[in-house]
């Protein structure tokens, strides 16, 4: 009967690392007779992997005085890499380095195979980063544009027409206020899409009044807490307001629809959960594992004591 | 200084490059592991970015022909995702498996939709770095053009680089003498690696407007225009920033990231030729008319050439041709709907004249953008080729702000003016307009004559990008550094057959 402890131990992958070192290393002297001194053994498959790499980058094999021309270079690699070792050139050397770091971490990184998530694992990684999978709040408007550079009194004009319009609800607002290229109405766009259309502070003025509305059923911008598990519209039921100012002139504007921020239920999201799940544990197995390294290490920096 | 040794490097690769002296060691060419996992990597990269209907990736790559230094880079979009994309590696410069001769670009573009059943295009860099090889009129890399060039041409290359950070490319004053708006951010030094400076004979088939006209020509004698292309602006940025805004610039590469000494390094420097940090524009934007945030929908856009190119700014302009628009069409609510109704959008080519039309008429509109310079003034540039098989030009302005009159001996609108504060790099929208809408008719029309038809607007001067340098590392630029910019987007082209 194994103990669950042993078990574990048997399952890490820092454990795996190091016996498959073990074996790989014991097996690589076995098989390559490169180690012995003096011995430089090109082997057809690799004579053979040299040609194709050739074809590959002209389009044709090589000819036979090509082929030695390759194997002479190979030959000479080698020898010049072994004697290099041999003088210590590949210790201190940044990039040799760099490259066998990543070689490590490459072969760590497909043996550390990270599992399966769980649903409970998925809704506390959720709950944890729920700014990556949030639907930003939406607004669904219709407004009426006051030309400043058209009219002396943009402002007045425009106050004096929501005057009206609140006076006779039931008037064709259509042809009120000016033309322009920005469209009459906007379906459920970002409040981050209306700052760029419109400006910051049209945004942030429009926002501002909703929120302060008695009337209204809306959660107001700073409320994250009051976030909506269902995706049926909550309505204003208020009228034409401003006059409120953008980089283009004096808008009247009539909310149809506000929709707060929105928090997916798990089931309709999961794979794009487990996937990010999947990315941030691997990463961590990663760090875990150059942790556990480290620990065997000591380290100075600066002058030695 | 690591970074000084960096920006000598990148110089030192470029140079070699361009004479074709790269290492063959430090190549890395298709067929080779490290070719096939960077690209894989990259394909990675736009597959992770893409968003559908939130944020547009392309996958995409630039393909660098540069011959003897002159400059004919055409970055290739494509359509695909992922999974065709995957199944064959770019085109490069080296034979067998590139060529620096845009043919040979195209046979590989048929060869990956023959082979793949996606879609790509490509976008040829402004052309101001080729020394006058960018629209050849009679040899390409010394053959003869021919039906099979044109038609080719146009099919693979709809659209065309017409602004970005080093220089402008619409049109140079030695092109174009009567327009004082052609001498904006002109870099008329030299190619790429300044190996060969700037002779004027090459400017006419390096520029955009010319470009347009060559094809005029072309077209009367091949039946196809090669140059029918549609606008667009880009950065050509190496940065991985899209940041071009005058107060937001980050330049072409890293050693042109801000800093107080960033105006005073050459971009390039050969013997006393320069281009000198501070002549690099805070340049431009692609601007799309598409009817969603998709690839399959901005792709169709592109090709379609529903296109406008900017220097950086978010104006949004429209631009229709058709025969019967009305001066009351600009007092419409929704001028799309009648600009689609009535004509064919920028890009588009001119339905066959209607019995009785006397001339094209156009729809033409400008909002400024939200955080930008209001609009001085709306211009349509025409194009056509006479009767006398001449190419002419001419830059009409339609529409502009405040209650200027054409001078009557020249024909010009005055100046806007102008309300830069250069020390404090700030400005006033006292001036220019909000927005601008008129409709136009071509008062010279000559049912007879190949011609396009594009829109030019044009800002208020704003602050340059050296200006806010100057102002934010208390620096005293040099009397010959521009401190000021006026910003403006550039429509593609309406054309008009008999």
Do not use: C
Not at chain 1, 265 to 294: C, G, H
Not at chain 2, 52 to 73: C, D, M, Q, R
Not at chain 2, 79 to 104: Q, S, Y
Not at chain 2, 149 to 171: A, F, H, M, S
């Amino acid at each position: 009967m194994i103990s669950p402890l042993f078990r574990d131990w048997l399952r890490e992958p820092l454990l795996h690392f190091v016996l498959i070192g073990a074996l790989l290393s014991v097996g690589y002297r076995l098989v390559n007779e490169d180690e012995v001194p003096n011995r430089i053994v090109i082997s057809q498959g690799e004579v053979d992997s040299l040609a194709a790499q050739w074809r590959a980058r002209r389009g044709r094999p090589p000819s036979p005085s090509e082929i030695d021309a390759l194997v002479t270079q190979s030959i000479r690699t080698k020898v010049l890499a072994r004697e290099a070792r041999a003088f210590g050139l590949d210790q201190n050397d940044a990039v040799v380095e760099r490259r066998l770091a990543q070689k490590l971490e490459f072969l760590f990184s497909d043996l550390a195979r990270v599992t399966e998530p769980t649903d409970v694992e998925l809704q506390a990684f959720l709950d944890e980063h729920l700014e990556d999978f949030t639907e930003p709040a939406r607004l669904s408007f219709r407004h009426l544009y006051f030309n400043r550079d058209e009219r002396d009194a943009a402002a007045a004009d425009a106050s004096q027409v929501l005057a009206t319009i609140q006076m006779t609800p039931q008037m064709n607002t259509d042809t009120l206020g000016d033309r322009s290229l920005l469209a009459t109405r906007y379906d459920l766009v970002t409040i981050a899409y209306i700052e760029r259309t419109f400006g910051k502070a049209f945004a942030g003025a429009v926002i501002q009044d909703l929120a302060q509305r008695p009337a209204s059923r809306v959660a107001s911008q700073q409320n994250v807490g009051e976030q909506s598990h269902d995706s049926s519209p909550t309505s204003t039921g208020d009228g034409w307001r401003g006059p409120f100012e953008s980089a283009f002139g004096l808008h009247l504007v009539l909310i149809d629809e506000y929709r707060p921020l929105q928090i997916p239920d798990l089931p309709s999201i999961r794979d794009d959960v487990a996937s990010e799940w999947r990315r941030v544990k691997q990463m961590q197995a990663n760090e875990a594992f150059y942790q556990t390294l480290l620990g065997t290490y000591t380290v100075v920096v600066g002058d030695e004591q | 200084m690591a970074r000084k040794e960096g920006v000598a490097a990148a110089a030192e690769m470029i140079a070699a490059f361009s004479q074709d002296k790269f290492p063959e060691e430090l190549k890395s060419l298709p067929g080779t592991g490290l070719y096939r996992n960077t690209w894989d990597a990259l394909i990675e990269a736009a597959e992770d970015a893409n968003d559908p209907g939130v944020f547009t990736a392309f996958i995409g790559y630039e393909w660098t022909s540069l011959v003897k230094g002159n400059n004919l880079h055409r970055v290739v979009v494509y359509r695909d995702g992922a999974d065709r994309a995957k199944l064959l590696e770019p085109f490069t410069m080296t034979p067998p498996l590139g060529n620096p001769n845009p043919r040979e670009l195209w046979k590989w573009m048929a060869k990956y939709e023959e082979k793949t059943a996606g879609q790509v295009l490509a976008i040829a860099h402004n052309g101001n770095m080729s020394n006058g090889i960018m629209f050849p009129d009679d040899r390409a890399f010394g053959k003869r053009l021919d039906k099979k060039y044109v038609e080719d041409r146009i099919r693979w290359e709809p659209l065309y680089e017409i602004t970005q950070i080093k220089g402008d490319g619409e049109t140079h004053p030695f092109l174009s003498p009567d327009d004082e708006f052609a001498d904006y951010e002109t870099w008329a030094v030299g190619n790429l690696d300044l190996s060969v400076l700037k002779e004027d004979d090459m400017l006419e088939r390096e520029y955009g407007r010319s470009g347009l006209k060559l094809g005029l020509k072309l077209q009367d004698k091949f039946g196809t225009n090669p140059y029918q292309f549609g606008l667009i602006g880009s950065t050509d940025s190496h940065t991985g920033l899209a940041a071009a805004e005058e107060d937001n610039f980050f330049g072409k590469h890293s050693g042109g990231e801000p800093s107080a000494a960033r105006f005073e390094h050459p971009m390039a420097k050969v013997g006393q030729s320069e281009y000198p940090g501070w002549s690099m524009a805070a340049s431009g934007w692609a601007a799309v008319w598409a009817e969603e945030n998709t690839r399959e929908s901005i792709f169709a856009a592109m090709q379609r050439k529903e296109t406008y190119a900017t220097t950086g700014s978010r104006m949004t302009v429209r631009f229709f041709g058709g025969w019967d628009f009305e001066s009351e069409d600009s007092a419409n609510r929704l001028p799309a709907n009648v600009g689609y109704a009535k004509g064919v959008p920028m890009g588009g080519n001119l339905a066959a004249q209607p019995e009785g039309a006397k001339a094209p008429t156009f729809l033409v509109a400008a909002m400024k953008d939200p955080i930008g310079g209001n609009i001085d003034r709306i211009q349509i540039v025409k194009g056509w080729l006479d009767d006398d098989g001449n190419l002419q030009e001419k830059v009409h302005d339609v529409i502009w702000s405040g209650d200027r009159q054409r001078d009557s001996r020249t024909g010009k609108v005055p100046l806007v003016g102008n309300t830069v504060d250069v020390a404090n790099a700030t400005w006033t929208n006292s001036i220019g307009a909000t927005e601008l809408i008129s409709v136009w008719e071509d008062p010279d029309f000559d049912p007879n004559e190949l011609a396009f038809y594009y829109a030019r607007v044009i800002e208020i001067p704003t602050p340059r990008w050296t200006a806010y340098d100057a102002k934010h590392f208390g620096l005293d630029m040099p009397d010959h550094v521009p401190m000021i910019a006026t910003e403006r987007a550039y429509t593609s082209p309406i054309y008009y057959s008999p």
